[in-house]
Every structure is written in C-alpha cells, then in structure tokens.
C-alpha cells in the first residue's frame, strides 16, 4: 500500500515536472519576432537562438540563398522572406505577410539588424554616394522598417530593438558607417521617449568588435583599393606612396586583434531585450564596448583623440 502511495506521487510529480518544462518552453510560443538581416552575422545567430526558445521567428533575409540555409538549420515554425531595407516596397511586402501571420495579437519583437560597412575608410577618398550608400541601408531603412511596423508593434505592447554599435558613440573612422549608427542611436532614443506612451520599449545594442562579414578585411581592404585608385594623382601624392599599404597593413592588424568571434555575446543582449521584464535602454556587448569603447567616448575629445591616433599610427 505505501509503495502504490510512493508510486503515485512519484508519477504526480513528474507529470508536475513534465507540466513545468513544457511551459516553460509554451513561454514565448505566441511571440512574433520579425529581425532584419538574417543571411548571416548576429541576425542569423538570434534567428536560430529564438526559434530553438519557441519563438515564432520571421526571418527577413537579402539573398535567397540566404533564406533557404536559415529555413534548412532552423524548424518548421521559422518563416524566412527575401527583405532589402533600402525598398520601401519590399518593406511594405514584409509587413503585409507579417500582418497575416500575427493576426490580432501583433507584433512583439522589431530587430533592426540588417547593415553595411562598406565605403568605409579616410574622408577624403568618400564621394557623396558613397555615404548615400551606407546611410541608406544603416539608418534611412531602419526608419523605414520601424515606421512600417509601428501599427503591429503597438497591438502587443511589443519591443524594438535597434543594431547600432560603439562606433555610433566614437568616430574611428570616415565614410557613412559612424554617421548611420550615431543616428540609430538617436532615432532609438526619440522612439523610446514617444512610444512610452503606448508601452513599446526600445533597446539599442552597442557591440564592440565582432568577427562577420561587417568587419571582413577583405571586403574593406578590396573596396579601399577602389577608393584609392579613383583618386586624381595629386590627392594621391598628398598622402604618399606608402599610405594605402600602411593603412591596410595597421587596419588588418588591428582588426584581427580586436575582432572577438564569440558573437553570442550579441544575441544574449538582443535576446535579454526581448524577454527581460525590464529590457535595458542600452547594451555595450562585449569586453572591449565595455570596459574600453564607451568609457572613452565619454572622456573630453583631446583624449579620445590622443587614443585612436596612437591606436591608428600603431
Ligand atoms: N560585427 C561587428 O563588429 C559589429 C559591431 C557593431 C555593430 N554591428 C552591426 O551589427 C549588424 C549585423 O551585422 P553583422 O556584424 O552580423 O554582419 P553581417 O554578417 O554582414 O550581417 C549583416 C546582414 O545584413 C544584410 N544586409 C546588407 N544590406 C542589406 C539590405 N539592403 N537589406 C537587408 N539586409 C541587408 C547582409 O546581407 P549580405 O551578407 O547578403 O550583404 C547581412 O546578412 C549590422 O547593423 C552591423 O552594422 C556589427
Ligand atoms: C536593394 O535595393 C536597392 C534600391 O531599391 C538596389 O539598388 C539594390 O541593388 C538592392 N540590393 C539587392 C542586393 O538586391
């Protein structure tokens, strides 16, 4: 008698256990996350991350090729649609199918993560498109994507969650790239301050230096070439002979030392943005944002000048 009373509460108690796991996984099972940018990088980590925790991903993906590897590493419940930020109506395609999808319960999670680096280099070898080129994609389809989204986002009280980065808080370099992040650093914190109101919380994340196809020396050292080859031969002797090589040889070294490969430091931030019940207003993902970026931009600029010059020069 007493071994079928052990029994029992043995069985009940697992059947509790069993109930406790499952709801915990039934947790996020209803959230829609819609992210930009998931070919590759942070976006196509926390696309997979969020689908294994139950949520309901929507992956926007550049590429086909890109959206048919997420669909095969990823379940059933993750949908993937071709999304290129700088065309409004692709955008406007994206949220039409969103809006199908999450029905009367809205959208819970925007990350804005989609990005370019490149023209990235010296000021003087930009021409006007080529800060266009970054804005464009950076900053202008953020807006645009958030804008578009707004009337879902408000149905669920949901979150934003914008990719800026230390380099929208230091300038380290010329060309479009600083300008775009300052700028999503400033758009996220009038879009918080509006949408508080309506119970959207917005996030931005700060990374430092990551190994992806942003930091890829190879795809900036190519397109520096290109900038320089373009320049009038006076401008060229202006900065010597030697610049282009000593430039791409510091910045090589540099990258390779800064650049972390653990890029789950970054998704852990998006994620905690997306599931904490007090999402932070700003995340500095990684050591080096910060215990070393964001502490010094906010040091007066003779400093942070003196400190870039000397990391520059080598
Ligand atoms: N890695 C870092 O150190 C670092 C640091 C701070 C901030 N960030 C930011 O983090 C975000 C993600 O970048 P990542 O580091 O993961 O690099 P990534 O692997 O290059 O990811 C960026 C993704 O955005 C896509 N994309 C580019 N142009 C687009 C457009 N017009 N429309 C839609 N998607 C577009 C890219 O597609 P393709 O690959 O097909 O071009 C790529 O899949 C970016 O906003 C970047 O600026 C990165
Ligand atoms: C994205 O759209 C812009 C403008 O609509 C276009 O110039 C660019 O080639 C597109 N990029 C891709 C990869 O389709």
Not at 117 to 131: A, C, K, N, R, Y
Request: hydrophobic share 45%.
């Amino acid at each position: 008698h007493a071994s079928a009373i052990s029994c029992f509460s043995q069985s009940a108690l697992q059947s509790v256990l069993w109930l406790f796991i499952y709801l915990f996984f039934l947790r996020w099972n209803q959230k829609h996350v819609f992210i930009t940018g998931c070919d590759s990088g942070f976006g196509n980590l926390l696309a997979r991350q969020l689908d294994q925790k139950g949520f309901r991903v929507i992956a926007g993906c550049l590429t086909e090729k890109g959206a048919a590897d997420l669909a095969a590493a990823t379940s059933p419940r993750l949908k993937t649609l071709l999304l290129n930020v700088t065309d409004s109506a692709s955008i406007r395609s994206v949220v039409e199918f969103v809006r199908r999808e999450v029905g009367e319960r809205g959208l819970w999670g925007l990350v804005n993560n989609a990005g370019r680096s490149v023209p990235i280099g010296p000021t003087e070898w930009m021409q006007l498109e080529d800060f266009a080129k970054v804005l464009d994609v950076n900053l202008i389809g953020v807006i645009d994507v958030t804008l578009q989204f707004l009337p879902l986002l408000k149905k669920a009280k949901g979150r934003v969650v914008n990719v800026a980065s230390i380099l929208g808080r230091l300038s380290l370099t010329g060309g479009g790239y600083c300008l775009s992040k300052w700028g999503v650093e400033a758009f996220s914190d009038s879009l918080r301050r509006d949408m508080q109101h309506f119970g959207i919380k917005v996030s931005i994340i700060e990374p430092g230096f990551f190994k992806t196809g942003v930091t890829s020396v190879d795809l900036i050292n190519a397109d520096l070439k290109r900038l320089w080859a373009r320049l009038p031969q006076d401008v060229k002797d202006s900065y010597g002979a030697t610049y282009l090589d000593d430039y791409i040889r510091m910045q090589g070294f540099s990258m390779n030392i800064l650049c972390s490969p653990d890029i789950s430091k970054v998704t852990w931030c998006m994620e905690h943005a997306l599931t904490a019940q007090h999402p932070r207003t700003r995340y500095g993902a990684g050591w080096d944002a910060k215990f070393f970026w964001i502490p010094l931009s906010y040091l007066p600029s003779f400093v942070s000048d003196f400190v870039v010059n000397v990391l520059a020069k080598g």
